[in-house]
């Protein structure tokens, strides 16, 4: 019964993007609507740990969502929208993150925690993007991963869908990028292959 359910809120979301991408607005709205509850739900997961942030839960969404709007999607399903979102969400809390940084008071450094089991522990948000921008340049793949499933707490099976790959696949490059990032914002310095 539980597979027929999510079988036809894929289809409904499917649907709703075809007709999005043949310009119909009010399915865009309605796309929108049908996704949010889980987009709050990241939104939240993300903001958790936040000390000094602005941005409430509504706030990062539709910061994530005004930025993603305008464009005709360029994504198929629910796992590629949630993806494109969750980089969307990570680029809106560093460049948050930045701004902070920039002014001359001394703000907290922001950091993010997620419930996801293996993640990295605690950290500092620019750490975190700095190092994601050295894997990128290693092995993008891994990085769209760690995107993924740690600023999206997207499932191993959505982020398999988004690639193309096994979950299997997903949960080895999964270990291997966080092992990666882990030693490189413990050691930033270090010349990290």
Partial sequence: MKMGVAL???LKTKRLIVAWRGGDMSSRDLLIAHVMPELEQIAAARLRAEHSSSLSTHDLVNEALLKIIGEHPEFGDRAH??????????NVLVDQARARMSNKRRHQKVELRTQLEGTIPQIDLLSLDSALIRLRAIDEGYADIVEMRYF??????DIAVVT???EPTIKRRWRSARAWLSDAITDPLAGHD
């Avoid at 929208?81 to 990570?90: H, I, N």
């Avoid at 999206?152 to 099976?157: K, L, S």
């Fill in 152 to 157: 999206g707490g997207m499932t191993v099976a």
């Fill in 81 to 90: 929208l949630l993806a494109l979102v969750s980089r969307v969400m990570r």
């Fill in 8 to 10: 036809e809120l894929e």
């Fill in 164 to 166: 193309g790959w096994s």
